[in-house]
């Protein structure tokens, strides 16, 4: 047991003892009295877990179909070894006896051979696991298990038996034949659609009114070539924005980069789809809506190619249609009419066509969780509900047709687990036999064998190194344990894993969840000022559910920091209700339930002294960051912003539109952090890269200006040649130094006169 996970023990026994207030007057502030050593440990956590992690990979190369496989696993001192499982036996063993082949090699080579440090390729197993083959070092060896000898072999080839099941377990698809050229071709003259007819030679003008400014272009043809899809193009009219480059490699003079970039608002490209038929060598007009968001529509014939089928998504993100169209007459009727008053997530958009061009898998929140739905394409209707309750689909991993399944993941589907953690269930297309195939506490990642008749899950918390287990990909059942993660070399640098924190958000019900870091140097008799890292982006949630040994907030904690990051309302993966709260109102960031977890976190931990707390982010965290003491000065006492998109109407068009809404109103303007510059209260260091191509740098110079009218003080660094980022080495030292002066209340070493990073 660690020092301060012993001091901990004591202390809670004498914080059971006496009241809270009484036990948090006893605490004294951490104040880091050898700075420099407080920066060497910072910057030293940020490599010395590197090859701290044994036992926590399993990267499988299946044979014999997917019966068995073979893996390399990591092992203390950068050893290894190397495993073989037999699926169907449920038995996992050594590949070899490590210590006899390096006993063997030794004797061989003349020359001393570790075993457990044999850097090989092109293993192979025989069927019955009598024997191995590898190549070591130019020659191929042959391990045979009964009478455990290593012999050398005179090839040094793979014998081809072995080779067709080395790695995937599959035979190579069988190439098509080669098609004749068509006789049909389409293309464009001077902006006008035309057919030509190969045989004959003859072309057929379909369109005369195109022009430079209005011009047709070609888009798709039908599998059979009797009809071909193409589109009328009025151009859109979007933004530039400018980069000035102050220091390029080639030149000492500035340099001007401009750009076209889509911002809120912009009018984009418009498409009106026709149809040619290549039987009467006539065009005519879809009987649909001019498409004029997310470009060109994406072409799919379906059932006999008689019908094709395109989404069609409405400006303002409420409204999302699947279409279908008929090419003999351009007739349409509408499949999905999908609407919401908030807004539809263009980023959990899925659908799957069957293979006989008959049904459609459809994802959709419209129930308040996002389910999966299967649609006849003939009829424009709901089959059958594939998935259903208080829970959601997150992704589909595997479909299969022919068999009448798929594999998906979910999260929010295990009552005592976090609603975060990903498990895997597989559904047949016809909404029966749910199964859960993946177990335990975590969160989960799959690989499914080459015929998906098996299936390695590997699952792990923040506060769990990650486990590795084979199952059968049909039932879930559990066959053998594979690996659990060794982390005793991590714990012996001192690392703290990372504790998980629930606590009631803003309206005092719902369950609101993020994760706390304490120092390796911990002392439970002190308290420590708190750091939050925030990203508040409403396309996912953000704090992490799998096992990590290097984050900013683990670093920057060794400054004598309590460190935390938390998923408030309005970001994804806990139903509709929860991420509506984003709906026209990313000033919100969630910050109201963050402050309400940070003083359920200070209660439970005096420790954590949450009268001076601090918070940083990146991109849309600069925007959260920045916002936090703007709006929450009471609380957020110093903030550190980096590249920052401080207004929705100057960032990319997608991401504000998704959650702000169309057209571009007033709450625009209202919640921009540029309006709202007056605000300020505690300490901002605005950071900004000035060739930032995610967001535009202007973002930040604009609320730089902003602050200056409303005569505030506030740091700024713009780093020359930096892109979208968090400022690198030096704006991460400038970052500890920012927190280190306000909320220590310490002058940072003169970097100056010391070197960095710290030896």
């Not at 976190?601 to 916002?627: E, H, M, W």
Request: net charge negative.
């Amino acid at each position: 047991m660690s020092r301060s996970a012993l001091l901990t023990l004591l202390l809670l026994a004498t914080f059971l003892a006496s009241s809270p207030e009484a036990f948090a007057k006893k605490l004294r502030p951490y104040r880091p009295a050898d700075l420099i050593e407080h920066y060497r440990r910072a910057h030293a956590s940020i490599n010395d877990v590197n090859n701290k992690l044994a036992r926590h990979r399993v990267d499988p190369h299946w044979f014999e179909e997917d019966k068995k496989f073979w893996y390399g696993v990591d092992l203390p001192d950068g050893q290894k070894e190397w495993v073989v499982v037999d699926c169907v036996d449920g038995k996992r063993q050594a590949a070899f006896d490590h210590m006899e082949v390096g006993k063997q090699l030794s004797g061989i080579l003349g020359r001393e051979v570790n075993g457990f440090k044999l850097n090989l390729s092109e293993l192979t197993f025989d069927e019955a696991l009598t024997y191995c083959e590898f190549k070591f070092e130019e020659s191929r060896y042959r391990y045979t298990y009964e009478n455990r000898k290593l012999e050398k072999l005179t090839r040094a080839a793979v014998p081809a038996v072995l080779q067709t099941v080395s790695t995937t377990g599959l035979q190579p698809e069988p190439q098509p034949e080669p098609q004749p050229e068509p006789r049909w071709e389409f293309t464009i003259k001077q902006h006008n659609a035309v057919l030509i007819d190969r045989q004959t030679k003859q072309e057929h003008k379909l369109t005369s009114d195109g022009t430079e400014k209005t011009p047709y272009r070609f888009h798709h043809w039908s599998p059979r070539r009797d009809f071909a899809v193409f589109m009328k193009v009025t151009p859109g009219n979007l933004s530039q924005v400018h980069l000035l480059e102050s220091t390029p490699k080639d030149s000492i003079k500035a340099k001007l980069h401009t750009r076209t970039y889509a911002q809120p608002g912009d009018r984009f490209d418009s498409y009106e789809l026709w149809l040619a038929n290549t039987g009467t060598q006539q065009c005519y007009a879809v009987d649909s809506d001019v498409i004029d968001f997310h470009g060109p529509p994406r072409i799919q014939w379906h059932q006999d190619n008689n019908f094709f089928t395109y989404q069609k998504d409405e400006r303002g993100h409420q409204r999302a249609r699947v279409i279908a169209v008929n090419p003999t007459d351009g007739k349409t009727r509408t499949i999905i009419d999908e609407t919401s008053d908030t807004f539809i997530n263009q980023i959990k958009f899925y659908r799957h066509y069957s293979s006989d061009g008959k049904r459609m898998i459809w994802a959709s929140e419209r129930s308040g969780w996002n389910h999966l739905y299967l649609y006849d394409l003939q009829k424009g209707e709901i089959i059958t509900p594939l998935t259903q309750g208080a829970w959601a689909v997150k992704k589909v991993h595997h479909v299969d047709d022919k068999s009448g399944y798929l594999i998906f993941s979910a999260v929010g589907t295990q009552a005592n687990e976090d609603p975060y953690h990903e498990h895997y269930f597989r559904v047949n297309l016809d909404g029966t036999q749910l199964i859960r195939l993946t177990d335990g506490d975590g969160t989960h990642q799959i690989k499914l064998s080459p015929s998906k008749r098996f299936l390695i899950d590997e699952y792990s918390r923040i506060d769990q190194p990650p486990v590795h287990t084979l199952r059968d990909a049909h039932s879930g059942e559990f066959i053998c344990q594979l690996e659990t993660a060794d982390i005793s070399a991590l714990l012996e640098l001192g690392f703290n894993l990372p504790e998980r924190f629930v606590a009631k958000g803003r309206d005092g019900v719902t369950d609101i969840y993020g994760m706390v870091y304490r120092p390796r140097i911990f002392d439970p008799r002190f308290s420590y000022p708190v750091v939050e890292y925030i990203y508040a982006g409403p396309h996912d949630s953000h704090v992490p559910k799998s096992f990590k040994t290097q984050m900013r907030m683990f670093h920057l904690a060794e400054l004598g920091f309590i460190t935390v990051m938390i998923d408030g309302m309005g970001t994804d993966n806990r139903g509709k209700a929860f991420h509506d709260v984003c709906w026209q109102n990313l000033q919100d960031s969630g910050l109201p339930d963050h402050i309400a977890w940070l003083q359920a976190l200070n209660r439970k931990y005096p420790q954590c002294d949450i009268s001076r707390v601090g918070i940083f982010g990146t991109s849309a965290g600069g925007q959260s960051s920045t916002a936090a003491v703007l709006h929450h000065g009471d609380f957020y006492k110093v903030a550190v912003s980096s590249c920052g998109c401080h207004d929705n109407r100057v960032d990319k068009h997608w991401w504000n539109e998704q959650w702000m809404g169309y057209p571009i109103a007033e709450h625009y303007k209202e919640q921009s952090n540029i309006t709202n510059a007056h605000l300020l209260e505690g300490n901002l260091l605005l950071l900004v890269g000035e060739m930032d191509t995610n967001v535009p740098p202007e973002s930040t110079y604009q609320l730089v200006d902003a602050l200056i009218k409303s005569r505030k003080e506030f740091d700024l660094l713009v780093v020359p040649g930096m892109g979208h980022s968090s400022g690198g080495e030096y704006g991460q030292r400038r970052r500890w130094d920012y927190f280190v002066r306000h909320l220590h209340g310490l002058t940072p070493p003169n970097w100056n006169q010391h070197s960095y990073p710290p030896e």
